[in-house]
């Protein structure tokens, strides 16, 4: 019993890994229309803001729920951005950006209803993206994400995304890459 169940952890496991490899593969490629199409109609895309606080108020790091955050989107306003940068005149992505999405560390931390019939699952990963603009603009995005998968009848969605930068201050010139 125990042998299957960590069998099926490692299937799902593999399986949640090769949809992030899918979605960033989409990214990568400018594929933004296919990328739209693996959000869930209710996403909640948010990055909040890190703080520099003392170690004792931890807690208090990044920006709440109510609070000010990069980004706190939900589909409409992703498709206006997607939107945006295909019109050819978005001033930060044109000429566009070559952009790279590595993800490690991709660990399932809940499983509902059961491992035996996920339906949702929630995710917790590391990213590494690298944006090149012209010959010498460099942009690095470090961090941490949470994602909530829900399963649909053609595979897995993204119903919610948390994306935590490993900076408080942002050096990149424009926030135009998707996390």
């Known amino acids: 019993m125990a042998d299957n169940t960590a069998l099926q952890r490692l299937l799902l496991s593999a399986e949640i890994s090769e949809f992030f490899s899918n979605e960033a593969e989409l990214l990568d490629n400018r594929r933004y229309d296919e990328w739209l199409a693996l959000l869930d109609e209710r996403i909640a895309y948010r990055m909040p803001l890190a703080r520099n606080v ?43 950006s070559r ?38 603009e460099v942009s690095l995005f470090v961090g941490k994400r949470v994602d909530v998968l829900t399963r649909h009848e053609g595979g897995w969605k993204v119903l919610k995304r948390t994306i935590y930068l490993d900076q408080s201050v942002l050096q990149s010139k424009a926030l135009t890459v998707f996390f």
């Open 99 to 136: 952009v790279s999405h590595l993800f490690t560390n991709i660990r399932l931390v809940d499983i509902q209803p059961s491992l035996d019939a996920p339906s949702e699952v929630t995710v917790s990963s590391r990213f590494l993206v690298y944006q090149n603009r012209h010959q010498a």
């Open 54 to 96: 003392r170690r004792d108020d931890a807690a208090r790091e990044f920006t709440g729920e109510n609070d000010i955050a990069w980004f706190d989107e939900g589909i409409a306003t992703l498709r206006q951005r997607v939107a945006q940068i295909k019109t050819g005149v978005h001033w930060a992505e044109e000429p566009p």
